[in-house]
């Protein structure tokens, strides 16, 4: 299975705190995405971005949230101001050469924030 | 809107036992694509298959089997003769036919647990 690649895998923050998130998707892909999944429950699409630009975003990816592509191999997903409840596993997908509808998920990076 | 319903919650089966996990979506997209990812203790999302709406052929890959009926609106997944390394928690997703940019929406998943 083709790689996608996150850091940190653990990352620990108090409330109010801004925190970023990077993932380095599959190479030579212009689609990525983020998703999130408060333990024990299902994953949930947070954003997806094309070309460099945010394609399409759910209601939980609201003002706080933001994803940049800082250069051309990481993305990053930055929470500010974060709150107890965003505690969750921050999952990137990346298609995969030709398989474009496809997503292959990084291992996820668990937040908590204290 | 998008949907899809896992309705089972858990499944614990005997180690090499046949189980199937239940897939039902809703969508109002003439082109879409189903998909089940299998999420092990280790906390990863492993793809498994990816199905496509004009594609009703169903598959079989080793001891896994997808059922695909649009009449019903299902894509079910069949373990034969499952193994105590099968035991996870089982997601079926739905991706609408956007320009590739279409974020998938996940079912609540299936906790399966395959006892020896």
């Known amino acids: 299975e083709p790689e996608v690649t996150q850091t940190p895998s653990h990352q620990v923050t108090q409330m109010g705190q801004e925190v970023i998130l990077r993932c380095v998707p599959i190479s030579n892909h212009l689609y990525f995405y983020w998703y999130r999944q408060i333990l024990g429950q299902k994953v949930e699409f947070l954003v997806s971005?094309?070309?460099?630009?945010?394609?399409?975003k759910s209601e939980i990816f609201d003002d706080q949230f933001s994803v940049e592509r800082p250069d051309g191999s990481n993305f990053t997903l930055k929470i500010r101001s974060t709150k107890l409840e965003d505690s969750a596993m921050y999952f990137c997908?990346?298609?995969?050469?030709?398989?474009?509808?496809?997503?292959?998920f990084g291992p996820g990076t668990r937040l908590t924030v204290t | 809107a998008q949907k899809v319903t896992q309705a089972q919650t858990e499944i614990s089966v005997v180690e090499k036992e046949d189980v199937t996990l239940d897939c039902v979506y809703e969508?109002?997209?003439?082109?879409?694509?189903l998909f089940w990812y299998k999420q092990p203790p280790s906390g990863e999302l492993v793809f498994l298959i990816r199905?496509?709406?004009?594609?009703?052929q169903n598959e079989i890959s080793g001891r896994y089997s997808w059922n695909f009926q649009k009449s019903t609106s299902s894509f079910n997944f069949t373990i034969t003769a499952s193994q105590v390394v099968d035991s996870a928690v089982y997601f079926c997703?739905?991706?609408?036919?956007?320009?590739?940019?279409?974020?998938?929406?996940f079912g609540k998943g299936t906790h399966l647990i395959i006892q020896p």
């Open positions: 199905r496509n709406s004009f594609d009703e």
């Open positions: 997908a990346s298609p995969a050469g030709g398989r474009r509808y496809e997503q292959y």
């Open positions: 969508t109002r997209d003439t082109t879409y694509y």
């Open positions: 971005f094309y070309n460099n630009e945010i394609s399409e």
């Open positions: 997703a739905l991706r609408g036919s956007g320009g590739g940019a279409d974020g998938l929406t």
